[in-house]
């Protein structure tokens, strides 16, 4: 299974503007979502895709807003968890007239594969937005209409799905899977009336443009020379919006679902603070840097010095990263090598320590050691997101049971309380607290039904799958 929780933009000037310039500086806005490679694909031509981040790049930027120039065109940027991190994998990726950039997850990908000629899948040789690129033009074939291949498609394909095409014929379409697991929102630049649609708000702010709105679950978005044009290709009402967005993957200036990500990170925090009241703390630190917003509203909610005891280094080579999102275990600890503790700040002090997900535990280890050798008395760690338990098939990068610090290993039944200690003495905090996904809902203002909370529940119904957990190594066929 290939799960891919990236960044897309589709932009179409009717001024006939390059919109170049304005899918880079949209992708560097969406940078967070993505590290390991970028592209852009524009009708009548063959992608662009480099490794790295999109400012690695940034001695063929004007080769490439010449060489691409174009009134329409689309842009991805990869954080994959399957499949090889090459040049090929990247995207966008074209199939005959159409190019394609994919942000979401394809549970049955092998089974869909089947279906187009029964082209042989592995993580080695494919992903699963090629398939799904392939199954798509298949079915367009029929009557040329995308809005009708999605229909079908939605159907037979299991999983999460955001895409953003442009088709040779010079239009830019964006479509939202019917669930609206992953985020997209459409907004406009008056100045040469451009509409552009991307996975984040933010992606809008870095051009100037204004947010009109989120795209509605299953609705597909046409950008050409006939203007805006929108159609459902899904009527599904049960929507399940990934929770993990709101607490870790979304930049801060964001909207998402009408709501402002830092105001709504805040209140996690102050809603944490009211669930573990820890009265006799002397400070409350971020781990930097989707921590922040909760950490403040942590600290203001109890009246507890707000400090920042963890600085990241930004001139280290990985350092400025998220280590969440890098592929390889080794990037990830020498991401957190480079998050530094103040002992000015620690020495003496009961720590607290909020953090917005605890995953595999790499992270929280080393930053506790960093600060019992910085001098802290007690930390305490609170978690702003739910004890994550079971794989994510929607894509976020945890897809395997063994690598999550809260699975154990042993074949023992653990209660939420035991689990829970057992985990406060792997990662060595004086106490350990996690929020629940009420209280998460709560904060975020909207309904515990309407959003994902799977990794947590083991909850699949809103996939409609009975997944067969496998090993990391199984999945990414190493």
Same mark, same amino acid.
């Given at each position: ?19 170049? *310039? ?17 592209? /852009?694909?524009? *009708?009548?031509?063959q ?8 400012s ?17 065109? !689309? ?28 942000n ?7 089974e869909l ?60 379409y ?8 992953? @985020? ?35 609705? /597909? ?28 993957f ?9 709501t ?9 925090g102050?809603? /944490?603070?009211?669930k573990?009241? !820890? ?33 990241? #280094? ?15 275990q ?10 530094? *503790?103040?002992?000015?700040? !620690? ?10 997900? /605890? ?26 997101? @739910? @004890?994550?338990?079971? *794989? ?6 945890? @897809? ?9 290993? #042993? ?21 350990l ?8 809902? #709560? ?36």
């Open positions: 299974m290939v799960k891919e929780n990236c960044g897309v933009v589709g932009i179409f000037s009717l001024d006939g503007a390059n919109v170049i *310039p304005m899918i880079i500086d949209s992708l560097r806005a969406l940078q967070h979502r993505g590290q390991e490679a970028w592209g /852009l694909a524009i *009708p009548k031509k992608p662009y895709k480099q490794l790295g981040l999109v690695s790049g940034v001695s063929d930027f004007d080769r490439v807003t010449r060489e691409y120039a174009s009134p329409a065109a !689309i842009g991805h940027v990869r954080y994959s968890t399957i499949g090889k991190s090459n040049l090929e994998n990247a995207q966008p990726l074209k199939v005959k007239d159409l190019c394609i950039a994919h979401g997850t394809i549970s049955n990908v092998e594969a089947g279906m187009v000629g029964g082209c042989t899948f592995t993580p080695q040789n494919a992903s699963d937005t090629l398939v799904a690129a392939q199954r798509l033009v298949s079915l367009m074939s029929n009557d040329g209409k995308l809005g009708s291949a999605l229909s079908i498609l939605k159907n037979e394909m299991i999983g999460s799905f955001c895409f953003t095409f442009v088709s040779d014929d010079n239009a830019v964006a479509a939202r899977d019917p669930k609206g697991f992953r @985020p997209m929102v459409i907004g406009h630049r008056k100045d040469n009336n451009t509409y552009i649609v991307a996975s984040e708000s933010a992606a809008l702010s870095a051009v100037g443009a204004k947010l009109i709105r989120d795209v509605k679950p299953g609705e /597909l978005i046409k950008i050409s020379d006939a203007g805006l044009e929108s159609e459902m290709f899904s009527d599904d009402k049960r929507q399940a919006h990934c929770s993990f967005e709101f607490t870790y979304a930049h801060p200036t964001s909207v998402m679902e009408g402002n990500i830092y105001i709504t990170r805040k209140r996690i102050q809603l /944490l603070a009211r573990f009241p !820890i009265r006799d703390a002397d400070i409350v630190i971020p781990v930097p840097d989707s921590a922040r917003p909760a950490a403040l509203g942590y600290a203001q909610e109890l009246g507890i010095s707000f400090e920042e005891g963890l600085l990241k #280094d930004r001139y280290s080579r990985k350092g400025p990263l998220r280590s969440f999102i890098e592929p390889h080794a990037d990830r600890v020498e991401i957190n090598r480079w998050i530094i *503790p103040i002992t000015q700040v !620690i020495n003496g002090k009961h720590v607290v320590v909020v953090d917005d997900s /605890l995953v595999r535990g790499t992270s929280s280890k080393a930053i506790i050691k960093a600060l019992r050798r910085a001098g802290a008395r007690k930390i305490s760690m609170v978690i702003t997101f @739910p @004890p994550i338990k079971y *794989p994510c098939y929607a894509g976020i990068d945890f @897809p395997s049971h063994e690598e999550l610090v809260t699975f154990m290993g #042993d074949g023992k039944e653990y209660s939420e309380e035991e689990m829970i200690e057992k985990v406060r003495q792997i990662i060595g905090a004086d106490f607290g996690y929020n629940d996904a009420k209280n998460l809902a #709560d904060a975020i203002g909207m309904d515990t039904n309407s959003m994902c909370f799977t990794c947590s529940s083991g909850d699949y119904s809103t996939l409609g799958i009975k997944p067969i957990f496998k090993s990391r190594a199984e999945i990414k066929g190493e």
